[in-house]
């Protein structure tokens, strides 16, 4: 089943407590990007990668990394959580960024630090 | 950046027709997404429309654009409880596509029995 996967689905931490939220898609896409959902701001982009080895800043990219060594994952790395993180996460895929395509997205993963 | 806009809520009686509003601010061509976010899942997309068009049309979804007044609209006829859900209003520019999309804020359908 074509799916994009992520963990953890609920996740409680700490302020200060390094966390990687991992995504893996079994489509074989190109395009992976990161969005956080925030009541009443909808979603808005993290980061993005077009291929492998090549990552991008979306609109909200502070407190966060990613990285693309393989073509199916694409982690997002809290170094330093803060409070202010708290959110639903969510990761998509996409063949490529053509507008005609489409944004498949995981299930999302819940995030609270404390 | 983009702007796009979209009233929180919307509340609709089982088997009347819903539509869901939104605006936006990009000037140049665009395409325009509808998502459908049910509860505890992903978006999942429903149906997008080109800024050269002015209506799309596919099963009981019907997609309007207004393109004087950057308003898209999302008519939902036959209204089922199968529809509550979050709808999410998108667009992303000609050139850099899914690069730059910009998401509303959501609009959230309660449908009642």
């Known amino acids: 089943e074509a799916q994009v996967t992520q963990n953890p689905r609920y996740l409680i931490t700490v302020t200060g407590k390094k966390l990687t939220v991992t995504c893996s898609q079994n489509?074989?896409?190109?395009?992976m990007s990161w969005y956080r959902q925030d009541p009443g701001l909808g979603l808005r982009q993290i980061y993005y990668?077009?291929?492998?080895?090549?990552?991008d800043k979306g609109d909200v990219p502070e407190g966060y990394k990613v990285s693309r060594k393989e073509k199916r994952n694409f982690p997002l790395i809290l170094e330093s959580p803060s409070p202010n993180q708290t959110s639903l996460y969510f990761c998509?895929?996409?063949?490529?960024?053509?507008?005609?395509?489409?944004?498949?997205f995981g299930e999302g993963s819940r995030l609270t630090v404390l | 950046g983009e702007d796009v806009e979209q009233s929180l809520f919307l509340s609709v009686r089982e088997g009347d027709s819903s539509v869901i509003n939104c605006t936006y601010t990009?000037?140049?061509?665009?395409?325009l997404y509808w998502y459908k976010q049910e509860p505890g899942a992903g978006l999942q997309l429903l149906t997008y429309i080109f800024s050269n068009m002015d209506m799309k049309q596919d099963q009981r979804l019907t997609v309007l654009l207004n393109k004087k007044d950057k308003h898209l609209s999302l008519r939902i006829a036959d209204t089922q409880t199968g529809d509550s859900a979050i709808y999410f209003c998108?667009?992303?520019?000609?050139?850099?596509?899914?690069?730059?999309?910009?998401f509303g804020t959501g609009t959230k359908l309660q449908v009642i029995p």
């Open positions: 998108a667009e992303t520019p000609l050139e850099g596509g899914y690069q730059k999309v910009t």
């Open positions: 998509a895929s996409s063949v490529d960024t053509t507008n005609t395509g489409e944004l498949f």
């Open positions: 990668s077009m291929n492998v080895e090549v990552t």
């Open positions: 489509m074989n896409h190109e395009y």
């Open positions: 990009d000037s140049s061509s665009t395409y």
